[in-house]
């Protein structure tokens, strides 16, 4: 075997030298590739932490949450949709209403205009039959039944005037709502639609990136495993490191006892030389396989940040769906339901008010029929008084002339009332049928959506603040990882760290073994040889040994076969007994 070092000249280092520099390198091996192998674990355990978070992540993009939410926004969106609708048949019964009551209040003025030619004739009938005696009393009965049927119709009229004011401004107010829901509603509609199946869209690209992120992030934890397993080289390099120490002490121990002492001092010398080129062939070949697997570990170490670049890029572009405001859907969705929210808000209360003077225009109307039956009944009095007084009349010949030519005409005015009375029925009859239509079903009360807009709007802002804190959370450990790669890349350069040392103890072991080639073995040296050789672990030691401390007895023992090529994987697992 070749040596590192050739020289003539007396080695000017010792043994302790060595020793020493080999304790030193042992202690330095241990405490760089535990804390290398901590280091590694703390990387996995973020990236596993990581991808827990991209997968709770899917779920939520692709969960009940997000799904039930689109569910309820295309119900609350169908809702919306019939607004302007609803506002314009609310709209339409008001005017059927108001234009009811306008024709209902033309013939109550035609009655009352009737009642002011009663009470004229009234009046008359009074003077021309003062004269005659039995007059008297009816002419002030037919006046005081006048006077109660124009009270009566006087009452109906305000009473109607007042209930057409209320409904009109209930109308005018039915008027704005539908206005206003013709213009924004479908606007508001159309963009919750949109967005709706634009948040489904969004969200499947997302899940896609999140897969994605989880794809590298498990290719990590892979390339941190292969790691993990490489990082046996530590353990493979500091036990060669003992087993040439352990090779010292029994060759001390060797020297003490009655075989070397039976040593003459060249056999002696000798002894020594082949120990000392043992450790050398053992360190140099120990030392290049080390830097071999540094390297190999290096290389997929330095390949993380790489790895940790691609997982921030693609959280960015994650969190860029967030960032960007005009990307921001979900806030977009959440200000359409708010400004609906707010629009059905501002009516809710007026809407409940109109609909409460809906429901109490049934009441009102069959009120105003009993008055118009009051006023029939009074227009009844009035025409059997004037008939009986025609009759009274005609029995007095030319006394009663005059008063039957009144009471004539009484019974005519009287017989006036009808028409318009029926024609004031029959409108508060399509009063009431159009309140009472108004007053059910789901036109009834644009209040109604209120609820169902807020559920939707509480939905969207928690689909939101989960997205946000998902996101949040995804961009922390995102962060985490990357420093935490950042770190290990600079602090796992093993040949970097290392390396210098263990050039060290391959130099004075070369020094110690000198240029020659190892001396030939004795034949009392076969116990050390054999105790040296049990302490071995790996193949390859023992076949270093035997090639610098050669035994009959060793090379007659059964060895393991090794393929003419193997790879690094190979070796390692060769290199274990």
């Known amino acids: ?84 609708d609803l506002a314009a048949s609310r709209q339409a019964a008001f005017d059927e209403i108001s234009q009811r009551c306008a024709d209902a209040f033309r013939h109550v003025e035609e009655m ?65 709502i539908r206005d206003e829901f013709r213009v924004t509603i479908p606007e508001i509609v159309a963009n919750l639609d949109e967005n709706a199946r634009r948040l489904k869209a969004q969200h499947e690209r997302m899940a896609a990136l999140a897969a994605e992120v989880k794809t590298v992030a498990q290719a990590v934890q892979g390339k941190i495993a292969t790691t993990l397993s490489a990082l046996q080289i530590g353990d493979i390099t500091r036990q060669r490191i003992e087993h040439v120490l352990s090779s010292f002490l029994h060759l001390d121990a060797f020297l003490s006892s009655a075989d070397g002492q039976g040593l003459v001092t060249v056999e002696v010398s000798g002894v020594e030389a082949t120990i000392f080129h043992l450790a050398h062939a053992q360190l140099d070949v120990t030392l290049a396989d080390f830097r071999q697997k540094c390297a190999s570990i290096f290389a997929t170490i330095a390949s993380f940040s790489a790895d940790a670049s691609r997982i921030l890029a693609l959280r960015d572009d994650i969190a860029g769906y967030r960032g960007d405001p005009d990307a921001s859907i979900l806030k977009a969705m959440e200000y359409d339901i708010g400004h609906a929210c707010d629009l059905v808000s501002r009516v809710e209360g007026r809407s409940q008010d109109s609909t409460a ?60 009332l009808e028409t318009p009375a029926d024609e004031v029925v029959d409108d508060m009859r399509r009063v009431e049928r159009a309140a009472e239509t108004l007053g059910s079903g789901p036109r009834s009360d644009l209040s109604n959506f209120g609820t169902p807009l807020a ?96 035994s009959a007895v060793l090379d007659a023992m059964p060895q393991p076969t090794v393929g003419a090529s193997q790879s690094d994987e190979d070796l390692f697992e060769d290199a274990l007994f």
Do not use: W
Not at 483 to 494: E, M, N, S, Y
Not at 510 to 516: Q, Y
């Open 455 to 550: 559920e939707a709007r509480g939905a969207v802002a928690s689909v939101l603040e989960e997205m946000n804190s998902s996101l949040a959370a995804l961009g922390a450990e995102g962060d985490a990882v990357f420093g935490r790669i950042a770190a290990a890349v600079r602090t796992l350069d093993f040949e970097n760290n290392l390396g210098e040392v263990l050039d060290g103890c391959v130099a004075i072991a070369a020094e110690l073994a000198g240029a020659s080639e190892p001396p030939a073995p004795i034949p009392a040296a076969e116990s050390l040889r054999q105790r040296i050789y049990a302490d071995y672990t790996m193949a390859q030691e023992r076949d270093i040994h035997r090639g610098i401390f050669p």
């Open 1 to 84: 075997m070749a040596l590192a070092i050739q020289t003539s000249s007396p080695a000017s280092v010792s043994r302790a030298d060595l020793i020493e520099r080999l304790s030193l390198a042992h202690a330095r091996i241990e405490a760089s590739f535990i804390e290398g192998g901590a280091t590694l674990v703390a990387v996995m355990e973020m990236i596993t932490g990581l991808i827990d978070t991209l997968d709770r992540f899917t779920r939520m993009l692709d969960g009940e949450t997000t799904a039930a939410t689109i569910t309820g926004l295309q119900r609350t969106v169908a809702d919306l949709a019939n607004l302007p």
């Open 112 to 176: 009352r205009e009737t009642f002011r030619y009663l009470k004229v004739f009234a009046t008359t009938v009074k003077i021309t039959g003062a004269s005659i005696a039995e007059f008297a009393d009816f002419a002030d009965e037919i006046r005081e039944r006048i006077h109660s049927g124009a009270e009566e119709i006087n009452y109906f009229a305000a009473k109607l005037d007042r209930m057409r004011g209320e409904l009109a401004a209930a109308r005018n107010f039915s008027a704005g």
């Open 357 to 416: 003077l809906v429901g109490s225009v049934t009441g009102a109307v069959q009120s105003l029929i009993a008055s118009i039956e009051t006023i029939r009944s009074i227009k009844t009095d009035i025409h059997y008084m004037a008939l009986n007084s025609n009759l009274r009349c005609s029995r007095l010949g030319d006394e009663g002339r005059s008063v039957n030519v009144v009471s004539g005409e009484l019974r005519t005015f009287a017989g006036r």
